[in-house]
């Protein structure tokens, strides 16, 4: 049976003067997400604000575990390797 996963982040891009600037940040680490971890992942939500982003990410498997361990690496690999956005929260769900 497959299993479908969703990680939301709330992100912060500290400094973030316009939303061309925010887009720039942005889409460099929606390409590395897909690359880095094989999964799909857009800006959802706070579209028109400079300074904040809800990132979705989402992952199919048959495996609940593998789908789990890869949404919670993504949050800690962008905590940790992508310093120019905070994680405000982060919320995974399985649908």
């Known amino acids: 049976m497959a299993v479908t ?3 939301s982040l709330h992100l912060q891009l500290p400094g973030c ?3 061309k600037e925010k887009r720039g940040r942005l889409k460099p680490l929606l390409a590395r997400l897909h690359k ?3 999964i799909s992942a857009a800006e959802v939500d706070f579209l028109d604000a400079w300074g904040d982003s809800l990132l979705a990410c989402a992952l199919v498997s048959n ?3 593998h789908v789990q ?3 919670q ?3 800690h690999w962008i905590e ?3 310093r120019d956005v905070m994680v405000v929260e982060a919320r995974i769900e399985m649908l």
């Open 63 to 65: 495996d609940v575990a």
């Open 36 to 38: 880095q971890f094989n």
């Open 5 to 7: 996963g969703l990680l």
């Open 73 to 75: 690496n993504v949050e």
């Open 80 to 82: 940790d390797e992508w």
């Open 17 to 19: 003067a316009s939303l």
């Open 69 to 71: 361990r890869v949404l």
